[in-house]
């Protein structure tokens, strides 16, 4: 069997959502593995991201496989056409159900589920309060003079940092551009 019609076996075959079923159950098993084998985050960090990645995956494999489906049933509406016109509706319909599961279907479930199950795991609780911020500001208190210049009318005193000439001054503050 050549490669030509290895591939013409396959497109005609396979439904187009196994591909997706299989990518999603794959990264099932080693999206998980994977982060916690990462020796730079915190363990805790470790288990609550593979916790989510694993509950995102086991979502996402079922729905890739559901979804298409349901779609394809779509194809049941054109009962008068030619065969290879709904085989071919059928198909282009699995198609968008697994774009539409990855982009609509598999997101929502997951806001809807991830949150609350990963809180519930790890026995967070509903803040009805939102946290108190510290507003108070931790740099040292500047000096302020408190006689204005005009009142002096010393402006000899008042000299800048550092001096200021050409060579300096274009060096200095906000760069824009390049």
């Known amino acids: 069997m050549s490669l ?7 497109g005609k075959n396979i439904k187009p959502y196994w591909p997706t ?12 593995l994977f982060t916690m084998l990462d020796k730079k985050s915190p363990s805790e960090t470790k288990k609550y991201t593979a916790l989510r990645e694993g509950i995102t ?3 996402a494999a079922p729905t890739y496989l559901i979804v298409p489906v349901l779609a394809a049933k779509g194809s ?7 065969p290879k016109t709904v085989k071919m509706a ?5 198609i968008l159900g697994t ?3 990855a982009l609509v279907v598999i997101p929502g479930l997951c806001s809807a589920i991830v949150k609350p199950f990963t809180d519930k795991i790890y026995n967070k609780k509903d803040k009805s309060e939102p946290a108190k911020l510290d507003v108070t500001s931790k740099t040292p208190e500047i000096e302020i003079q408190k006689t204005p210049i005009s009142q002096t009318g010393n402006f000899a005193k008042i000299t800048p940092n550092y001096q200021v000439n050409i060579a300096n001054f274009t060096h200095s503050g906000m760069k824009v551009g390049g």
């Open 99 to 101: 774009w539409t599961a």
């Open 21 to 32: 079923v299989a990518v999603a159950s794959a990264e099932l098993i080693f999206r998980p």
């Open 90 to 94: 059928k198909h282009n319909l699995q």
């Open 76 to 82: 049941n509406l054109l009962k008068n056409a030619d």
């Open 57 to 59: 995956e086991l979502i």
């Open 4 to 10: 030509k019609n290895s591939l013409i076996y396959i």
